[in-house]
T-cell receptor, first 115, second 112 residues
Framework: EPEVTQTPSHQVTQMGQEVILRCVPISNHLYFYWYRQILGQKVEFLVSFYNNEISEKSEIFDDQFSVERPDGSNFTLKIRSTKLEDSAMYFC?????????????FGSGTRLTVV | GDSVTQMEGPVTLSEEAFLTINCTYTATGYPSLFWYVQYPGEGLQLLLKATKADDKGSNKGFEATYRKETTSFHLEKGSVQVSDSAVYFCALSRGSQGNLIFGKGTKLSVKP
């Protein structure tokens, strides 16, 4: 079964450093998403991406965050200057139709620890 | 705004016990409702869904019925197995935007 692949599975970084989280969505999917889950809290929507541009973003997704699809397969989330409160599990997801009615395919997540 | 509330965990059951995980939602309009499952070390997997009132989603022995009158989507399974041990997330999505709003998750542990 096709998978969404995320790397690395765990990233430790110092506060103020830049991090890039990588995702390879399912090849025929056109819609891409990032969600995050702070330990013990809800899974929260960050951003959706379609046709090489952001289609929607939450209030969490401020100027410190950016997304990019640098080639035909990768989808990245960059945090420019990490803060302690950015520590969370980050999930990438993709969907074929871009409709929440059908659900998405999620990756297994990257655990980001900011120290 | 829209929200999802799940019963607090963890839930610990013996094998073959009956499972209910409660989920209620607040939303305008008619959201689609989902249960996702996260097995240890893995990503979120769609378990089942329902897109309109009175729909019943089912998969792997799990069921949930979209109840508009009680704004609920409770997850049930008649006989759980050790392999069902995971974290279960209730979620909703409105319209064409498709962004998911999740509950906090309920951890289920099934003992042999």
């Amino acid at each position: 079964e096709p998978e969404v692949t995320q790397t690395p599975s765990h990233q430790v970084t110092q506060m103020g450093q830049e991090v890039i989280l990588r995702c390879v969505p399912i090849s025929n999917h056109l819609y891409f998403y990032w969600y995050r889950q702070i330990l013990g809290q809800k899974v929260e929507f960050l951003v959706s991406f379609y046709n090489n541009e952001i289609s929607e973003k939450s209030e969490i997704f401020d100027d410190q965050f950016s997304v990019e699809r640098p080639d035909g397969s990768n989808f990245t989330l960059k945090i420019r200057s990490t803060k302690l409160e950015d520590s969370a599990m980050y999930f990438c997801a993709s969907s074929e139709m871009g409709q929440g009615m059908e659900g998405y395919t999620f990756g297994s997540g990257t655990r980001l620890t900011v120290v | 705004g829209d929200s999802v509330t799940q019963m607090e965990g963890p839930v610990t059951l013996s094998e073959e016990a009956f499972l209910t995980i409660n989920c209620t939602y607040t939303a305008t309009g008619y959201p689609s409702l989902f249960w996702y499952v996260q097995y240890p070390g893995e990503g979120l997997q769609l378990l089942l869904k329902a897109t309109k009132a009175d729909d019943k989603g089912s998969n792997k022995g799990f069921e949930a019925t979209y109840r508009k009158e009680t704004t609920s989507f409770h997850l049930e399974k008649g006989s759980v197995q050790v392999s069902d041990s995971a974290v279960y997330f209730c979620a909703l999505s409105r319209g064409s935007q498709g962004n998911l709003i999740f509950g906090k998750g309920t951890k289920l542990s099934v003992k042999p």
